[in-house]
C-alpha cells in the first residue's frame, strides 16, 4: 500500500472510532484528529520496494479551560485506543487555522505503517 493509501487508511480507522479525522488541515475543526505524515525509514533488507512511514495523530480539543480539554483529549485517546495500540501520548499545543491559529490543547501519538510499492 502506498503511503498516501496508507493515511487515508489510517484517516477511515479512526473516523469508525468516531472521531473527526483530518489530513488537511485548512478542514480541520475540533475537537478531532489530525494525521501529520512522518518519517520514512528504508529498514527493511536490501532490494525491497517497502518500508516503514510514521504518521502522527494529532487529539485536539477545543481551547477551553485546561480541565475541560485535559478531559475532552482522555475521552478521545479512549477512543483512539478502539482502533490502534497507544503506547504513549505526548502533550502538545497545535495552532489550527481554523481555531484563528490559537494553539490548541492536544496530544499526539506516532503510529507506524508498513508502505510499500504497490
Known sequence: MKYGD???EVQTQIEAAGIPCYIDT?????PCALLIPGMVRFDRLSGSQDYTAEVDVYLLAPNNSSFIALNELQD???????????????PIAYPLGTAGNIPLPGLAITLNLNVSKD
Do not use: R
Not at 485548512?26 to 475540533?30: C, D, I, Q, R, V
Open 6 to 8: 496508507a493515511l487515508l
Open 26 to 30: 485548512e478542514k480541520a475543526m475540533a
Open 76 to 90: 478521545l485517546l479512549e477512543q483512539l485506543q478502539t482502533a490502534f495500540p497507544i503506547p504513549e501520548a505526548e
